[in-house]
């Protein structure tokens, strides 16, 4: 079993950052990836950016992100670190990690094991 839970989140104003963090725990293989994704409400669940685990996988952005977000891991921790600059009021919603059996990371959520509760956030215009 693998828990996953998130904190970080909360109310910015617009071009504001926030640090999101996934802690991982139970049966975590070398193999394990994490992405994080936001849905906000009436929208699904889309990619923001992901980082493979200790394999040395490349981490991956959504477009709309690049260059305003960094993902980072801590494998003492086995955590994935979400550091979000420059906050758009689009970007409002409740973001969730999701790990998955894969060095590999992916954009689909369909294709991930495991999620945590998600973490709210908010940016004002």
């Known amino acids: 079993q693998v828990e996953l839970v998130e904190s970080g989140g909360g109310l910015v104003q617009t071009g504001g950052s926030l640090r999101l963090t996934c802690v991982a725990s139970?049966?975590?293989?070398?193999?394990?990836?994490m992405g994080w994704f936001r849905q906000s409400p009436g929208n699904e669940r889309e990619f923001v950016a992901g980082?493979?685990?200790?394999?040395?996988?490349?981490?991956r952005y959504a477009d709309s992100v690049r260059g305003r977000f960094v993902i980072s891991r801590d494998n003492a921790l086995n955590a994935a670190i979400l550091q979000m600059d420059n906050l758009k009021p689009e970007e409002t919603g409740d973001y969730y990690c999701?790990?998955?059996?894969?060095?590999?990371?992916?954009?689909?959520?369909?294709?991930?094991?495991?999620w945590g509760r998600g973490t709210r956030v908010t940016v004002s215009s």
């Open positions: 139970g049966r975590i293989l070398t193999n394990y990836s």
């Open positions: 980082v493979g685990w200790r394999g040395g996988a490349r981490e």
């Open positions: 999701g790990g998955r059996l894969g060095v590999w990371v992916v954009n689909r959520p369909e294709e991930y094991d495991h």
